[in-house]
Each structure stands twice: as C-alpha cells, then as structure tokens.
C-alpha cells in the first residue's frame, strides 16, 4: 500500500501561476501568470477553494493526470518559499513542475515554453530558483511588452491592460491553458512545436 501511495505521489503535476495576490491587482501584466492558471482552472471545474503552504491551491485530473495548481499568496519576489514548500510536500519531480508568469522581453500575446533556464531577471522565477536550487522545471512566459515610451516597467506592470490590449491578452491566455494541457498531455517538446511564437 504504501508503494502504492509514494508512486501516486511522484505522478502528482504542480503548476504555479505567478502574480499578485490582492484583487485590485488581477488585470495587471504581472499578474499574467496567475490569470493563465485560473482560466486553466475554470476550464476543467477546478476551484481555488483552500489555502496551503502561503498558495491558493486547487487539485484534480487534468489530461488523466493528478494535478495541484497554485497562486503563492506573497510579494513576487517571495514565490519561491511557497512553491519550494508545495514541491517538498508533494514530493513533486522536476519534470512535473511548470511554472507560468509575465515577461516584459516578450511582445504581448507571445508565448514562450522552455524546458529550464536562468530566471531572465524576473524576480518570482530568480526566488523559485534560488528556494529550489536549480533552474530544470519547466516555464511558460507571457508576453507583455515593453511600456510604452519612457513610463517606468514596476509602474507598467501594475496598471490594467488597455481596452486595445485585452483581446490580445484574451487570445494569449487561451493559447497558454492549451500549451499547459498539451504539456501535461504530450510532454514539453510538443508544447514547445506547437505553441512557442
């Protein structure tokens, strides 16, 4: 039985959605990561309903595939004490993590699944890193552009999409809960093939 249980738990898939956790902030491009997650999480009747490790967390079969997804309830640059915690917990592999979030470098709408990496400078991916100890989990990036003209990029990020950008962000977020499905479904290489722009 016990055999059994251990290798439920390896086959368990955490997906970590990245952003800010106050309401005020859920149409922000930082909060790219974590509007992805609850679109994936509406698609499949999925809910947010329980609090664990500093993360919202919502767990079911995604793909015929146990998964647990997750909104860290801290400062982006604190993300990685949560996820590293929910990886501990769930004895979670790191070919069965991914992690989504914004990226500044990316044109909006963009997307962009890598199978491990450097954090490019985002400071959620830099603490994952850092709480982890190593950079091989997968990552899905969201593009969100550069602000415009001289606008500071920490103010950029935490107004609103325009009402020209969101059916941008709409087609973005829709493409990005396919990719996660095709990766649970296909693996990384797949997903990659098919939807890195």
């Known amino acids: 039985m016990r055999e059994a249980e251990s290798r439920e738990q390896h086959d368990i898939y955490l ?18 990561g ?7 999480a509406a698609a499949h009747s999925l809910s947010f309903s329980r609090s664990r490790k500093r993360a919202r967390v919502a767990d079911g079969t995604i793909a015929s595939h146990r998964v647990v ?6 400062f982006m640059n604190e993300s990685g004490r949560p996820i590293a915690r929910l990886v501990q917990f769930y004895q979670v592999t790191p070919d069965h993590l991914l ?25 959620g991916m ?23 003209g001289r606008m500071d990029p920490a103010d950029y ?32 290489e797949a997903a990659m093939t098919r939807y890195n722009s």
Not at 126 to 140: M, P, T, W
Request: overall charge positive.
């Open 34 to 40: 974590a509007m992805c997650l609850r679109r994936l």
């Open 157 to 188: 990020v935490l107004q609103n999409f325009t009402a020209e950008e969101n059916p941008i962000v709409e087609d973005a977020l829709e493409r990005a809960v396919a990719a996660i499905e095709t990766w649970l479904e296909a693996g990384i």
């Open 15 to 32: 997906i970590g959605g990245l952003g800010k956790p106050r309401r005020h902030y859920a149409h922000n491009p930082q909060n790219a």
């Open 99 to 123: 992690v989504v979030y914004d990226d500044l470098d990316l044109p909006l709408g963009n997307l962009r699944l890598r199978p491990g990496g450097g954090s490019g400078g985002h400071k």
């Open 126 to 148: 830099k603490s994952i890193i850092q709480h982890l100890g190593n950079d091989g989990f997968a990552r899905l990036r969201i593009g969100i552009g550069r602000p415009p």
């Open 69 to 74: 997804l997750a909104l860290p309830q801290t």
